[in-house]
T-cell receptor, first 112, second 114 residues
Framework: DQQVKQNSPSLSVQEGRISILNCDYT??????FLWYKKYPAEGPTFLIS?????DKNEDGRFTVFLNKSAKHLSLHIVPSQPGDSAVYFC???????????FGQGTTLQVKP | DAGVIQSPRHEVTEMGQEVTLRCKPI?????LFWYRQTMMRGLELLIY????????DSGMPEDRFSAKMPNASFSTLKIQPSEPRDSAVYFC????????????FGPGTRLTVL
C-alpha cells in the first residue's frame, strides 16, 4: 500500500524557470508533509514542510501547496538553479508515531 | 556538531555472509530510524526506536534482518544471511521528540551482496 506516490520519476527544467514536483497521497490521517532533497552519495536533507491545517507554506524560492480535496501536494521551486538538481522525496508524517512515509522520489535536472 | 554517523560507507559481501551496519545518532536525539533505498521501492522505513526501544519493526523484510539499540548513541542493523536482493543503500536517521519529525539522515551505507 503505497500511501505516498510520486508519479514522475524525473523532471528536466531550464535554469531560471519554475520546477513543479508533485506528490499524491491515499490516506488522510496525517499531521503534515515534508519535502527532502537528496544529492548523490549523501543522505536526504530536510527542505520544507506543511501542516495539515494549511494549504501553503513558503520558504525563499521553495513553496509547498497542499490540496486536501484532491489529496495532492506540490513543491514549486522558482527560479530553478543548477544546484537544485537532485532527487526530491515527499513524505507524510504523524506526530503521534514519529514515522515518515516517503514517496519514491523525483529526479530533478536543472539545465544551465 | 557531528551529524548522524554511519559505518561502513560501502560494504561488498558474498551471499550468505553476515552483514552489520552501524549508526551513531546526533547527540540528544531520542528517536532513531533505519531506512532502505532501492530503485524499485524508493525510501522504505525498516524500523524505528524511541528512547532505545523498538517501536515499529513492521518494515523489516524478514527474519534475516534484525536491529538493536543498546544505548542512546549506537544502533546496529544486521542481515544474516545476506542475499543479493538485499543490495541497497541503508540510511540511518535521528530526530529529537517535539521537532515535528524533521529527521536528520546519515550519509548511508551502500551494500552490495554478490
Amino acid at each position: 500500500d503505497q500511501q505516498v506516490k510520486q508519479n514522475s520519476p524525473s523532471l528536466s527544467v531550464q535554469e531560471g524557470r519554475i520546477s513543479i514536483l508533485n506528490c499524491d497521497y491515499t490516506n488522510s490521517m496525517f499531521d503534515y508533509f515534508l519535502w527532502y532533497k537528496k544529492y548523490p552519495a549523501e543522505g536526504p536533507t530536510f527542505l520544507i514542510s506543511i501542516s495539515s491545517i494549511k494549504d501553503k507554506n513558503e520558504d525563499g524560492r521553495f513553496t509547498v501547496f497542499l490540496n486536501k480535496s484532491a489529496k495532492h501536494l506540490s513543491l514549486h521551486i522558482v527560479p530553478s538553479q543548477p544546484g537544485d538538481s537532485a532527487v526530491y522525496f515527499c513524505a507524510r508524517g504523524s506526530s503521534n508515531t514519529g514515522k515518515l512515509i516517503f514517496g519514491q522520489g523525483t529526479t530533478l535536472q536543472v539545465k544551465p | 556538531d557531528a551529524g548522524v554517523i554511519q559505518s561502513p560507507r560501502h560494504e561488498v559481501t558474498e551471499m550468505g555472509q553476515e552483514v552489520t551496519l552501524r549508526c551513531k545518532p546526533i547527540s540528544g536525539h531520542n528517536s532513531l530510524f533505519w531506512y532502505r533505498q532501492t530503485m524499485m521501492r524508493g525510501l522504505e522505513l525498516l524500523i524505528y526506536f524511541n528512547n532505545n526501544v523498538p517501536i515499529d519493526d513492521s518494515g523489516m523484510p524478514e527474519d534475516r534482518f534484525s536491529a538493536k539499540m543498546p544505548n542512546a548513541s549506537f544502533s546496529t542493523l544486521k542481515i544474516q544471511p545476506s542475499e543479493p536482493r538485499d543490495s541497497a543503500v541503508y540510511f540511518c536517521a535521528s530526530t529529537a521528540s517535539g521537532t515535528y519529525n524533521e529527521q536528520f539522515f546519515g550519509p548511508g551505507t551502500r551494500l552490495t551482496v554478490l
